[in-house]
Every structure is written in C-alpha cells, then in structure tokens.
C-alpha cells in the first residue's frame, strides 16, 4: 500500500495525451499512407496500455505482489492463444475459400 | 510505514486489503480475455458488411476523440480521488468522485448518441456482423462504465455516511482499479475500432 505521489498521475496522464493524440491527428489529416498509419496506431495503442499500467495502475517490479504479476502474464499468454489462434483460423479459411 | 510498526489489527486490515485487491485483479484479467475475444470478433467481422454501411462511412473522429478525452481525464481524476483517500481529506474524495461521475456520464451519454444515431440511420446491430460486432464490442464496454459509474455513486455515498474507514478506502482502491481498467480497454477500442475504420 506504497503511496503514490502526484507527480506519477500528471507523468501518465501527460504521456497518454501524447500517446492518444500522435495517431488521432495522424487520422484526421492523413499524414501517412494507410499501412504505415495503421502500424503508428498499433505501436502507440501498446505504448499507452503501458503507461496506464505503470502509472495509473501503479504496476511494477518492486511493490506490485509476484501473483498479481503472474496473473497478468498469463492472461496474456492466453489472449495470445486464444487471439491468435482465432486470426489463424479465420484467415486459413478465408484463404481456402478464395483458392 | 515499515509493516513491522503495525499494531495485530492493522496488519489484519492490510492483509484483508490485499488479498481482496488480488482477488478483484483476478476479476480484472478474466474481463480482459473477454474483451480481447471481442476485440478478435470485432477484427474478423470488419469485412462482413453485407452490403451496408462501413466504418469509415459511420465513425465521427470527433466524436471518438471527445469520448476518449472524457475517458482520460476521468481516469486524471480518479487518480486525484485516490490521492485524497491516502490525504485523508474526505471532502476532495468527494469532490473528486463528483467529477469523475460527471465525465464518465457525458462519455455514456456520447455513446448512446452515437448509437442511437446509428440505429436512426438503419445501422443497427442487426444490419451486419460488422455491425453486430461493433455493438457488442462497444456496448460490452459501454455497460462496464455505466456499472463503474453506479459504483461510485454507492461508495460516494459510503464515504459520505460513513467516512473514509478501512473497509470504505479498500473498496476505493478496488474501484480505482476498475475505472483505470475501463480506460486500457478504451484505448483499444478507438485504436482498434475508430481509428482504423477511419483511414
């Protein structure tokens, strides 16, 4: 039950209104071809899911509880598979339905 | 405040705080594979329009953007309220969670606007999968902030009635989860969702 100052609040949500306008400006004037947009949307959509971890949800190496850690991890790992395994699927078919 | 320093019943609270908060964090991740999967749903689905509408004929970038700003903000001021329980200082918890429900209602009453527009112009979920993914997707979270907003008004209300006690900061702190949880979601949805539909 560390406490947490003002400053992490203000760090986070500076670097999230960053990180939310980066790709909305890009989108609104089309600054960039469609597939390199997408990927500056994808990387500052991860960015800021951490930010909000780290300074929002106060998630780190030293305080958090290990089984907190854990569970985050593997819930990543099963959207991973579950996710993945989705994408795989579908596109397989798709492609098998195109040939 | 080393733990050593706390007196038995003290150490009781901090221990029932945490393992509650593990609990509530285990709730947490169950809902972000939910969310994921519709995400995934979501993402397959884009091309199956059946010949109606698409994204890029429907989303409103501003309107996404004012509802993200809502979203962000709020989640600032739930931040501010949490450093008001750990202050002590019940009138800015108060205060705080006054401001957080007032964003957090105009973020749902921009929704319902969206939606409503949608079903208005023959883009209901019932138009397309895109269009069924899409609701439910956006509605799934949609319902997950108008719960978090119930929320605060009964812990408003504990904190007005019974002051900021050990149990009343523990559900605080679970709530402050949630409501930051709501807002990683979000960034999902409009870098998933409007964005993308939008290039």
Do not use: C
Not at chain 2, 12 to 37: K, P, S
Not at chain 2, 133 to 147: C, D, E, P
Not at chain 2, 171 to 178: A, M, S, V
Request: hydrophobic share 55%; glycine share 10%.
């Amino acid at each position: 039950m560390e406490r947490h100052g003002l400053a992490t609040y203000l760090i986070g949500f500076v670097l999230a209104v960053v990180l939310t306008a980066i790709p909305f400006w890009l989108v609104a004037t089309h600054a960039l071809p469609p597939q390199r947009l997408l990927l500056v949307i994808g990387i500052a959509a991860v960015l800021q899911v951490l930010v909000h971890l780290r300074f929002f949800l106060h998630l780190n190496f030293t305080t958090t509880p290990k089984e907190n850690l854990l569970a985050l991890v593997f819930t990543a790992l099963l959207i991973f598979i579950m996710v993945g395994g989705s994408f795989w699927i579908m596109f397989d078919l798709h492609q098998r339905m195109m040939s | 405040m080393s733990v050593m320093h706390l007196s038995e019943h003290e150490r009781e609270e901090l221990e029932t705080r945490e393992q509650r908060a593990l609990g509530f964090w285990l709730y947490l991740m169950g809902d972000a594979v939910i969310f994921a999967l519709l995400f995934a749903t979501y993402a397959i689905m884009i091309p199956g329009t059946a010949g109606g509408p698409t994204g890029k004929q429907l989303f409103n970038l501003n309107n996404a953007a004012l509802e993200t700003a809502l979203l962000l903000v709020s989640s600032l001021t739930f931040g501010f309220a949490s450093l008001s329980v750990q202050a002590g200082n019940r009138k800015a918890v108060l205060g705080w969670l006054g401001v957080t429900f007032v964003l957090g209602a105009g973020f749902i009453f921009l929704e319902l606007r969206e939606f409503a527009g949608l079903i208005a112009q023959g883009a209901g979920p019932d138009r397309s999968g895109f269009l069924s993914a899409f609701f439910t997707l956006v509605g799934t979270h949609g319902v997950h902030v108008s719960m978090g907003l119930l929320w605060i008004v009964i812990l408003g209300a504990q904190v007005a009635v019974k002051g900021l006690t050990a149990p009343v900061a523990s559900r605080l702190f679970r709530l402050g989860l949630f409501w930051h949880f709501l807002d990683i979601a979000w960034v999902g949805i409009f870098s998933i969702v409007y964005l993308p539909g939008l290039l």
